[in-house]
């Protein structure tokens, strides 16, 4: 396993997305909608950094159910409040790979009224997008490798580490054959 970002690396990078979205919005009240599993780290260090009006809200998108390589789409927003119409949305997701999950969501949750919506992520995969978008907010641009750590998971491991790293091919072969 290769580390990506350092904690230090990391903790920087988050202060500086803050940052952004703070100038972006200024003190206007905003709601952030975590997609989870993996933005949940994030999530929580990004909104102690955010010095104005919060509202927090969850929905649930799964592409990995094992391996690799994205399967469909599942997504359940059924965790999301009735509060987002007429309000700023930021949707917070921990990687943009190929673009998919928020190229789906956004629609979504646009139907339900926000005055405006925006997303941000932590990672954003080189070279491979597939959609016809980009984020609003990126904190890294990491290599198509597979990453791991910091809410990343590979197979429901990794995902507390507290940097993020790229898994070697032989490392993810070890995990698949040990279950």
Not at 7 to 28: F, M, N, V
Not at 42 to 60: E, G, K, S, T, Y
Not at 78 to 99: A, K, N, P
């Amino acid at each position: 396993m290769k580390t990506l970002l350092s904690e230090e690396q990391l903790r920087e990078g988050i202060r500086r997305l803050a940052e952004s979205i703070h100038a972006h919005y200024r003190d206007k009240p905003l709601t952030i909608v975590g997609v989870l599993i993996g933005s949940i780290v994030l999530l929580a260090d990004l909104i102690r950094l955010l010095n104005m009006p919060l509202r927090v809200d969850l929905v649930q998108a799964r592409s990995y159910r094992s391996g690799t390589r994205p399967g469909p789409l599942v997504l359940n927003t059924d965790l999301l409040s009735d509060g987002i119409r007429d309000r700023d949305v930021l949707l917070v997701d921990d990687i943009f790979d190929t673009g998919h999950t928020l190229w789906e969501l956004i629609p979504q949750i646009d139907e339900l009224g926000p005055a405006s919506l925006k997303c941000a992520v932590l990672l954003m995969k080189q070279g491979r997008c597939e959609v016809e978008m980009k984020p609003d907010f990126v904190g890294f641009e990491v290599p198509d490798a597979f990453v791991v750590g910091y809410g990343l998971d590979y197979r429901d491991r990794y995902r507390n580490l507290p940097y993020v790293a790229m898994l070697e091919p032989g490392e993810m072969q070890e995990i698949g054959d040990r279950g």
